[in-house]
């Protein structure tokens, strides 16, 4: 009698173990993820970074997510445009766009002599196909290489953080003409992050990595739930 209780409990709390290792497992699988365009290639056309291939890097074994970021390290010259729009994909080019499906997050300044660096990055907030390209020079580098188109899955949906866009997110550029010629001073928009930043230099590192630690996280995932089903059948 005693002994079967003994037995009981254990067995109990042995399930219990076994539910929260796999909670535990699936967690860390579905964290967010921040992925950097291009890796330490960045985001420029092919005049500049012959090798680009945005659609290869973007197809190659990546899962976007609601909630993951995209990181673009690029310059004052490389615009950064997000769009749901098929059309204004596909004709490269944002000017008549509607702020509805389309989001300028860096303006480039065809006027200025002198180029510096500028890191943007977009949250992934809608499910289904995004379409990001660079509007400048009437298309011309979007034609050029730059510009591919990801679809994003639901994952663990949207965190706090993001929830509220208009309060939350950092604020993008409409997608208005004029701003393509406006002053220099109001091209730096507040969503401008210092490319030095701590922060980004550790981004940078991490996503080179991404497709690995989801690897390894996929047989760590798969040796365990081996693992906890054997001990859970004896
Ligand atoms: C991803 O990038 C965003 C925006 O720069 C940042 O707030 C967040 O901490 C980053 N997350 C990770 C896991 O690096
Ligand atoms: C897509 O954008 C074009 C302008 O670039 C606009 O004419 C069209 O109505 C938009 N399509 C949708 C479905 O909103
Ligand atoms: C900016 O980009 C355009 C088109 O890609 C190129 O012709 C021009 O030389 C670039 N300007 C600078 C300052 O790099
Ligand atoms: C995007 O992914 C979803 C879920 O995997 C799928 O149902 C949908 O058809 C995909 N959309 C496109 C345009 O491929």
């Given at each position: ?9 254990s067995?109990?709390?042995l399930g219990?173990?076994c539910?929260l ?7 860390s ?14 985001w ?5 970074k ?5 659609q ?7 899962i ?19 769009t749901?729009n098929?059309?204004t994909?596909k ?8 702020s ?7 303006v ?35 034609k ?8 994003v ?5 949207l965190?706090e ?6 309060e ?10 004029d701003?393509?010629d406006?002053a ?11 490319p ?7 981004v ?5 990595s ?25």
């Open positions: 009698m005693e002994e079967r209780r003994c037995c009981g409990l067995l109990l709390s219990f173990s539910i290792l796999l909670i535990s497992f699936t967690g699988v579905q964290a967010y993820k921040n992925y950097t365009v291009g890796d330490s290639l960045g420029y056309d092919n005049s500049q012959p090798k680009l291939n945005y290869k890097w973007a197809d190659d074994d990546k976007f997510s609601l909630g993951d970021f995209l990181i673009f390290n690029t310059d004052n010259n490389h615009s950064v445009v997000q749901y098929f059309t994909y004709l490269c080019d944002d000017d008549d766009a509607l509805t499906d389309t989001t300028e997050w860096s480039a300044d065809p006027s200025a002599t002198a180029t510096y660096p500028v890191t943007v990055a977009v949250p992934l907030v809608k499910e289904g196909m995004s379409y990001f390209f660079s509007g400048d020079y009437d298309g011309d580098q979007c050029d290489g730059q510009h591919f188109k990801i679809n899955t639901h994952g663990q949906g965190p953080s993001l929830k509220s866009p208009s939350q997110a950092p604020a993008p550029n409409s997608p208005d003409v701003n393509a406006s220099p001073d109001t091209v730096v928009n507040s969503d401008f992050n210092h030095h930043d701590e922060d980004e230099d550790h940078k590192k991490d996503s080179g991404i497709s690995l630690y989801v690897n390894l996280l996929g047989m760590k995932l798969l040796v365990s739930v081996i693992l906890v089903a054997m001990i859970c059948i004896f």
